[in-house]
C-alpha cells in the first residue's frame, strides 16, 4: 500500500509565494518519477513541473521561471517552490509518482499513484 499526502495549499495574492510537498509513505521500494499536476473546473488536468529520479526536470512554459520542482529522496518527498503567483495559477494541485513497491510476492511491481489535491487559490 503506497499513499501519496500534499500540503502546503492556500490563499494568497499575487506576487506572493508558496511552497507544495508531497510525501510517500508505504512498501516503497523505489520511486522513479516524481510530478506536480493542476486542475480547474472544466478543464483538463494539466503538467506543472516533474523531476526524475536523478534530478532532472521539465516544466509547463506557463510556470517556467518562477515555479521550481524539487526533491528528496531519503524524504521520499517532492516539493514544488511557487514564486510571482499569478491568478490563473489558482487551481487544484496534485501530486503524481511512478513508484516501484514491494507486495507479499516480492519487490519489483510498478504503478502509478495521485496525492489528493491540494487548492491554491491566487487572489487580491
Known amino acids: 500500500q503506497v499513499q501519496l499526502v500534499e500540503s502546503g495549499g492556500g490563499l494568497v495574492q499575487p506576487g506572493g509565494s508558496l511552497r507544495l510537498s508531497c510525501a510517500a509513505s508505504?512498501?516503497?521500494?523505489?520511486?522513479?518519477?516524481m510530478a506536480w499536476y493542476r486542475q480547474t473546473p472544466g478543464k483538463q488536468r494539466e503538467l506543472v513541473a516533474a523531476?526524475?529520479?536523478?534530478?532532472?526536470?521539465n516544466y509547463a512554459d506557463s510556470v517556467k521561471g518562477r515555479f521550481t520542482i524539487t526533491r528528496d529522496n531519503a524524504k521520499n518527498t517532492v516539493y514544488l517552490q511557487m514564486n510571482s503567483l499569478k491568478p490563473e495559477d489558482t487551481a487544484v494541485y496534485y501530486c503524481?509518482?511512478?513508484?516501484?513497491?514491494?507486495?507479499?510476492?516480492?519487490?519489483?511491481?510498478?504503478?502509478?499513484?495521485w496525492g489528493q489535491g491540494t487548492q491554491v487559490t491566487v487572489s487580491s
Open positions: 523531476i526524475g529520479i536523478i534530478g532532472i526536470t
Open positions: 508505504g512498501s516503497i521500494f523505489n520511486i522513479n518519477a
Open positions: 503524481n509518482a511512478d513508484i516501484t513497491y514491494c507486495s507479499t510476492s516480492g519487490c519489483g511491481q510498478r504503478s502509478n499513484y
